[in-house]
């Protein structure tokens, strides 16, 4: 009833790509992982709105991991 591989995925990715701003040097890698920053944040919003409209709620209550915010690093 959940999305717990995809959420986990783009937890993964999410973290990386926040990495990669904290340490990167070249300013297209940055860039990418920005933008790689974007489209998670959109796409976990659009599943959190499915998870809303379906169950009832936006956030899970079985996988801890899904409704981390890896964007501190901003």
């Known amino acids: 009833t959940e999305f717990p591989e ?4 783009h937890v993964l990715v999410d973290a990386m790509a926040n ?4 340490q ?7 860039a990418m992982a920005r933008d ?3 489209a998670q944040t959109r796409e976990i919003a659009q ?3 499915w998870r809303k ?4 709620s936006a956030r899970s209550t079985t ?3 899904a409704d981390h ?4 690093a901003r």
Do not use: C, S
Request: no cysteine; charged share 20%.
């Open 6 to 9: 995809v959420q986990l995925q």
């Open 19 to 22: 990495q990669l701003l904290k």
């Open 24 to 30: 990167g040097e070249q300013p297209a890698l940055r």
């Open 36 to 38: 790689i920053i974007d």
């Open 47 to 49: 599943m959190r709105e």
């Open 53 to 56: 409209a379906w169950y009832g």
């Open 63 to 65: 996988n801890p991991m």
């Open 69 to 72: 915010d890896m964007h501190a």
